[in-house]
């Protein structure tokens, strides 16, 4: 199994350029989140979606919008990008409910000039 | 949001040593998982604790949720090299949300 897949895994954009990271996951899991890390700040939360079809804001969610396309697919997007977005960007997803293990992808490093 | 505070944030050690990590909050948690993240990699779970009070072990780790369910602790006996990496603990709050928190991590590095 692939578990969860994230593209592109390295990004260099200009201040105010767009762009959308993708992930999508194959263990049929209903919640899907947006995190980002940054050195010292552990994970914070931008994005979720508890199930098909929802989403709502985390801690961070300024500048970000997100798009649960299907029960695999939770991507993210970014506007316009500014160098305060930099950062690693990881998605994870989880089975129904609380209490339940979060399975990571690999990350996807942005580089905003 | 609910916080939780992770101390040390960075841990240096010679092998062999002891150490213990600490996560702590004023909110409650349904559970509390610890994970674990080597560089350029995504979090990795370690174990999920439940019950107030509950003690789980992993070889040389343990791994301790306290009575009030407002606290953890990862403790490693004899740590070695393959143990550097990045500790982050998260909870889930009682209220049932499906927002995870986590704490900001601990670095460590284990010296040969």
């Known amino acids: 199994n692939a578990g969860v897949t994230q593209t592109p895994k390295f990004q260099v954009l200009k201040t105010g350029q767009s762009m959308t990271l993708q992930c999508a996951q194959d263990?049929?899991?209903?919640?899907m989140y947006w995190y980002r890390q940054d050195p010292g700040m552990g994970l914070r939360l931008i994005y979720y979606?508890?199930?098909?079809?929802?989403?709502d804001k985390g801690e961070v969610p300024n500048g970000y919008n997100v798009s649960r396309l299907n029960k695999r697919e939770f991507s993210l997007r970014l506007e316009s990008a500014a160098p305060s977005q930099t950062s690693v960007y990881f998605c994870?997803?989880?089975?129904?409910?609380?209490?339940?293990?979060?399975?990571f992808g690999e990350g996807s490093r942005l580089t905003v000039l | 949001t609910q916080l939780l505070e992770q101390s040390p944030q960075f841990l240096s050690i010679q092998e062999g040593e002891n150490l213990t990590v600490y996560c702590n909050s004023s909110?409650?948690?349904?559970?509390l998982q610890w994970y674990r993240q080597e560089p350029g990699e995504g979090p990795v779970l370690l174990v999920t604790?439940?019950?107030?009070?509950e003690v789980k072990k992993l070889k040389r780790l343990t791994f301790q949720f306290g009575d009030a369910r407002k606290d953890s602790s990862l403790h490693i006996t004899a740590a070695q090299p393959g143990d550097t990496g990045l500790y982050l603990c998260?909870?889930?709050?009682?209220?049932?949300?499906?927002?995870?928190?986590f704490g900001r991590g601990t670095s460590l590095i284990v010296h040969p």
């Open positions: 979606s508890a199930s098909e079809g929802t989403t």
């Open positions: 909110s409650v948690f349904s559970s």
């Open positions: 604790v439940v019950t107030g009070g």
């Open positions: 994870a997803s989880r089975p129904q409910g609380v209490n339940g293990e979060l399975f």
């Open positions: 998260a909870g889930d709050d009682a209220g049932g949300s499906y927002i995870p928190t």
């Open positions: 263990m049929n899991h209903n919640s």
